[in-house]
């Protein structure tokens, strides 16, 4: 996350014609199952880290039973992501907040869970978010999150350095080994990690094929054909880069030991 707009409403529509309303990374409903896999939310409050256009929030309430406070720092998301909670029934559930980058404005253990889809490789101080996760959460109380990290061999490859390089998002790229070291230093304790590259290299190819074909048309009515032309552009270097084992979709767990 960042101060300045990341995703205008154009990225916006891109983003939901692949991976459908509501989500601005991919997999949907299916993958924040598997985020949250072997976790009962039921009653439970969680904080969701990045909360986009609600559709990560919509599922832990919707489908987990979870009660969702909801972070960002963008501030045209809020709106439309409260649009989604209110068509799918779930306003009674969900709060979403526009926040400053920096501290997180709760109280010390307020969150049963902390959550996040894919939105921490827009924080760059890890360090700081982890023990702000720390802090927010109960005694035994679970973070878990998936993010978009480097290939542990990966960063300066040129696969990945391309990617960057033709994209507008502004990112701090970090391995899977480095998150779980930052994690523990924070506290955390069962850290683990899910590298899940392989799911998503699949998957990526079968998106960039839709793009180039069958998504083409509805994509350049909607933002015309220069927007378009640039971001199958982006989307043929990140099918690269997730090709190539540089850039990998990851899982990220880790608990809040109780007092001693």
């Known amino acids: 996350m960042a101060d300045d707009i990341q995703y205008p409403d154009h990225f916006i529509e891109r983003l939901h014609t692949v991976w459908g309303e509501g989500f601005l990374s991919p997999g949907g409903p299916e993958e924040v199952r598997e985020i949250v896999t072997d976790l009962d939310l039921s009653g439970k409050r969680v904080l969701d880290v990045g909360f986009g256009t609600g559709g990560p929030a919509i599922s832990l309430a919707r489908e987990h039973g979870a009660s969702v406070v909801g972070i960002d720092v963008e501030a045209q998301l809020r709106e439309r992501a409260m649009r989604n909670v209110e068509l799918a029934g779930v306003a009674g559930q969900v709060e979403l907040e526009i926040v400053e980058p920096g501290p997180w404005p709760f109280a010390d253990a307020s969150f049963d869970v902390v959550f996040s889809k894919d939105s921490m490789i827009h924080i760059e101080d890890k360090a700081a978010l982890f023990g702000d996760a720390m802090r927010v959460l109960k005694p035994g109380g679970v973070f878990v999150a998936s993010d978009w990290l480097a290939g542990e061999d990966a960063l300066g490859k040129p696969e990945l350095d391309r990617f960057q390089e033709v994209g507008h998002l502004s990112f ?30 699949t998957v990526c190819a079968e998106e960039l094929a839709r793009i180039e074909g069958p998504l083409r048309q509805q994509l350049t009515d909607t933002v015309g054909e220069e927007i378009y032309g640039h971001w199958l552009t982006v989307r043929r270097s990140l099918a690269d880069a997730v090709a190539a084992g540089g850039l990998r979709p990851t899982h990220l767990r880790g608990i809040k030991p109780p007092p001693s």
């Open 172 to 201: 701090t790229m970090a391995t899977a080994s480095e998150m779980a070291d930052a994690l523990a230093a924070a506290g955390f304790r069962n850290v683990g990690t899910r590298d899940r590259n392989a799911w998503y290299a």
